[in-house]
């Protein structure tokens, strides 16, 4: 059997930043990979980082502090962040950061100007600074491991994209550069930086290697077994970084607060690590909560076979759009971020005993698809299977709902979005809201506020989705799992999604969930190397 003092498991940026530290920290490390490719929902992410109070928002003069932070994660919290974990957070991002520059080829800037996803509330940074996103690096430097991870090359940074304040433009001579040096940007960069990082470190991942069991001797975890049968020793410590549980149909229903349907991440994230931990008796947090976004079906399939969605993020916030619910009514700000409108998918009404926003459509009108297409479309095409109305009455009766409900909603909403305030329900009152919106009318309501006047309207089906599940073994600030009596179990350790998210029902800002993954990862690895005696 392999011997090592740390076994990782998973190569998301939770599992890669574990075995890095560990491996830093002078450990033997196992790292093994379920999926036949490495890199996991992160390559498929934006690589967007949040991270409270970190170098690169002081250097470009943006003022933040450890107590604005935590003040900031304090005021969403509604009792469900454990204080510690968030004060472990807020005060791991420098270390994090500054290791993370010296020691691995991860380099990471600012987004410029991204708004926190909730900037007016204490502690929140309206003119952004907190979210930090990788360089472009070179697949070059991977070897034959450069066309082993998981998603394609996608040859941007956030910043250039129309969801980071960009045009989504970039120069010819420019594009054809990154083509030949094979550059690439966002979550697959992460991943590149930190798999280089554990590669130069002679920590190779094992791929098509799923763990199915911890193997333990009394309490303690001494090594893990996967579905092959065969096994693996760990002397000091195994990290659970297998992401959420969010394509378990059963687990899925057992735990999480409300519907959820089409998830956007990798389909091995099957909860392995959520269920190795029960069996070893830990004490489970967060399980009700995920990273919720809402989504449409796109036609054909992506992501191993699965049935392709696109997020929809700049379409329900960009002017000439509304979301309503199965009545024909509006029910929530369009423009609020992606994981607090999860609430509003789950709002129950309790006569009808029904989710009464779901299902939920947005509808737009003529202009919004001339100026600005989106479901990954250029300007001028509506998506394949939208629903079409000549007129607002005519797409009531295609999604079946009373006409007059829904021309009274659009001209209600018309109104408001003249006269530049939505009284209703406040879209564009935050500095969140128009982000990513019509730029030109950036910062302002008119940013996300516009009539919808001109036929044909059409309506695209939402469904509420998640960018994975956050809750799982609850941990102490370097990661070590708690049983139910809530003494660490010796030898096992969580991190990333796998972990019970320690920002509870937050989602921070652009990032807020690679923020926590890269500074739990480190913390967790290198408390595993130190076998517990930190
Ligand atoms: C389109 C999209 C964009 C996003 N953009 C951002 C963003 O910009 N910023 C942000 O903060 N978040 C973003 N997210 C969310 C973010 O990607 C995830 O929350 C994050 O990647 C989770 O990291 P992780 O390491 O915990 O899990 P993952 O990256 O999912 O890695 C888990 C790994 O564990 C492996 N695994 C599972 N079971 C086992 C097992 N039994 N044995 C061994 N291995 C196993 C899986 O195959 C997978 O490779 C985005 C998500 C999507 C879908």
Known sequence: MDEFDVVVLGTGAAGLTAALAAADAGASVGLFEKSSLVGGTTCLSSGVAWLPDNRYAREAGVADSRAEGIRYLRSLSRDMIRPGMAEAFVDGTAEVTEWLERRTPLHLSLVPGYPD?????PGGKPQGGRSVEPHLFGFDALGAWADRLEGRP?????????????TGVVAPNEADRREAQRLEGLGRAMIGALLKGCLDRSTEPVTDAAAVELVQDGDRVRGVRFADGSAVSARRGVVLATGGFEWDPGLVRDFLRGPMSYPATVPTNTGDGLRMAMKAGARLGNMREA???PVCVLPGQSNHGEQAVHLVLRERTLPGSIMVNRDGVRFTNEAANYNALGGAFHQLDPGSFDYVNDPCWLV?????????????????????????????????????????????????????AKAGDDEDFGRGRSAYDGFVGDKR??????????????GPYYAVRLHLSTLGTKGGPQTDVDGSVFTVDGDPIPGLYAAGNAMAGPTGMVYGGAGGTLGPALVFGYRAGRAAASGGRR
Do not use: C, K
């Not at 996803?117 to 509330?121: C, D, G, L, M, R």
């Not at 394949?384 to 007129?391: F, H, I, T």
């Not at 009318?441 to 001109?454: C, D, K, M």
């Open 154 to 166: 996608r040859r941007m940074m956030v910043r250039e994209t129309p969801v980071g304040g960009g």
């Open 364 to 416: 737009f009108d003529a202009r919004h698809v001339e100026e600005y297409g989106g479901f990954t479309l250029p300007p001028g095409q509506a998506p394949e299977g939208a629903q079409r109305g000549d007129s607002v009455g005519e797409l009531a009766r295609a999604i079946d709902v009373e006409p007059a409900t829904l021309e009274a909603e659009v001209t209600r909403f018309n109104a408001l």
């Open 291 to 293: 990273w919720w976004v």
């Open 441 to 454: 009318h950036y910062p302002g309501a008119a940013s996300t506020l516009g009539p919808l006047e001109r």
């Open 117 to 121: 996803y909730h900037p007016e509330h």
